[in-house]
């Protein structure tokens, strides 16, 4: 038969078969060449975020108040640390200012969650608490007598910041378990006596015990002990001034009255 009466339709598999064939080709050696050239991609560890076990309550709800009418001028402040881990709660009271010659009081309530199984010794616990003052222990452990049982008291000086002396106080109970801690500072040539704290510690009081009965009686129990300050009868002086308490108040004029 002449080729021209070839139809093009009986060319049209051998064709359709080498172009499928040619790309086929290519496509293996593009794949082959991507796979030889490729530069090998850097892995970048991600690390893991370092979160603080304690987190601060924005909007705290005092459960304890410090009420000294000495320091009414002193600077004050309430914050709540909650334990993201173990659920254990600190509420912390300060008055005064944390770097300064006149008077600074720190109490701290915890009630540990599941972070902790036993409360350090008082030593220890004073230390770690106050690593930001750069504590130097200056005599042993001592005991003093508060309306919350005996305290353990440990003197020390700061080194950082303004020079200050200081007494450390620890107080754990184990039902509820609780613990009270702190220091009392003071700068210049002064020092804080074990009854100015004791005093101090006096107008420690619970407001609100939420659901934890056993806090409140434990304050309740605490209030039957109460010195008012050396003086015991809450009838003649509920709450007499202390006037070492506050020791840089007492050099402040005697404001005028109306009257006088």
Request: proline fraction near 9%; hydrophobic fraction near 40%; charged fraction near 20%.
């Amino acid at each position: 038969m002449h080729p021209a009466l070839y139809s093009w339709r009986d060319h049209l598999h051998t064709t359709l078969v080498r172009v499928l064939a040619y790309l086929g080709g290519i496509t293996v050696l593009s794949i082959g060449a991507a796979h030889i050239f490729q530069s090998p991609q850097a892995i970048i560890p991600i690390a893991p975020v370092d979160r603080p076990p304690w987190i601060e309550v924005e909007r705290p709800f005092p459960a304890f108040a410090l009420t000294i009418p000495e320091a009414a001028g002193a600077a004050s402040h309430y914050t709540i640390l909650h334990n993201r881990i173990g659920g254990g709660r600190k509420d912390i009271l300060t008055l005064g200012d944390d770097d300064n010659v006149a008077p600074y009081l720190q109490v701290e309530i915890y009630r540990p969650g599941n972070e902790t199984r036993h409360f350090a010794n008082p030593a220890a616990e004073i230390a770690a608490a106050a690593a930001g003052l750069g504590p130097v222990q200056t005599a042993g452990k001592q005991t003093l007598d508060s309306k919350f049982g005996p305290l353990a008291i440990v003197p020390f000086e700061t080194t950082k910041g303004t020079p200050r002396h200081c007494l450390g106080f620890v107080r754990a109970y184990d039902d509820p378990r609780l613990q009270i801690s702190g220091w009392f500072c003071q700068g210049g040539s002064e020092f804080i006596t074990q009854s100015m704290l004791a005093c101090a510690l006096d107008r420690l009081t619970l407001l609100a015990a939420g659901s934890e009965p056993k806090v409140g009686a434990l304050f309740a129990e605490a209030e039957l002990h109460r010195s008012f300050c050396g003086q015991r009868d809450p009838i003649l002086a509920p709450t007499p001034k202390y006037q070492l308490l506050w020791q840089a108040l007492t050099t402040r004029p005697e404001p005028s009255r109306i009257g006088r």
